[in-house]
Structure formats: C-alpha cells, structure tokens
C-alpha cells in the first residue's frame, strides 16, 4: 500500500496549485492533507471521507482551497486558490481505513498511512 503526492511547485501570491495523491493497493476511507513549514509542527489543512460525506478545512484555508475526490482514479486532490507566502510548506497526504467523524479528522495520530511530502512554495 502506497500514497503518493504530487502536484507542488513554485507559485506566485495570488496563484493556484493542485496537489494530487494516488493510492495504490487499496482505497481508504479517510484522506488527510497536512502541511509542515520550517521550523513548525505539522499541521491539518483539509480531509474528506471517500464517500464525500464529510469534508473538514482548518481555518487558514476555509474558501480558498478544496478538497476532492477521483473515484475512477482512487485519487484525491487538494485545490489551492488565492495562496499566500504563509501557505509555504511540505504539504503531506495521509489516509485512513476508517471513515473517521468530522471531529477526528484534523488529528494525525488518526492517519495510518501517509506518503512523501510534495513541497509548495508562494512568493510575495
């Protein structure tokens, strides 16, 4: 079983990104994006259950970016609007077996699996 992010890059204030995450061996119940910034804690930016049911967004985020699902491609996808300099970061995709509640969905100890970081960038 593997998670695998894509989609990072360099991108002006202002500007869009989409990050990808493909799962390989199984479909998950529960996906996560994180982010870490240097010299930070890893953070909880977006999750949604695979059934679409449920979607959570941390604050710093709410309106600007979206989290979707690709049935077809067993893929889920972060898009990234209006980015600011602070949203600089590793951004990590983590899932779950399990169809976790809204309220659990921001916490990482949830998440069992996770894959490599796709780093973002956001210049002023």
């Known amino acids: 079983v593997q998670l695998q992010a894509s989609g990072g890059g360099l991108v002006q204030a202002g500007g869009s990104l989409r990050l990808s995450c493909s799962a390989s061996g199984r479909t998950f119940s529960t996906y996560g994006w994180f982010r870490q910034a240097p010299g930070k804690e890893r953070e909880f930016v977006a999750g949604t259950r695979w059934s679409g049911s449920t979607t959570k967004y941390a604050d710093s985020v709410k309106g600007r970016f979206t989290i979707s699902r690709d049935t077809a491609n067993n893929s889920v996808y972060l898009k990234m609007n209006s980015l600011k300099p602070e949203d600089t970061a590793v951004y990590y995709c983590?899932?779950?077996?399990?169809?976790?509640?809204?309220?659990?969905?921001?916490?990482?100890?949830?998440?069992?699996?996770w894959g490599q970081g796709t780093q973002v960038t956001v210049s002023s």
């Open positions: 983590a899932a779950d077996g399990r169809s976790l509640i809204w309220s659990s969905m921001g916490q990482q100890n949830y998440y069992d699996y």
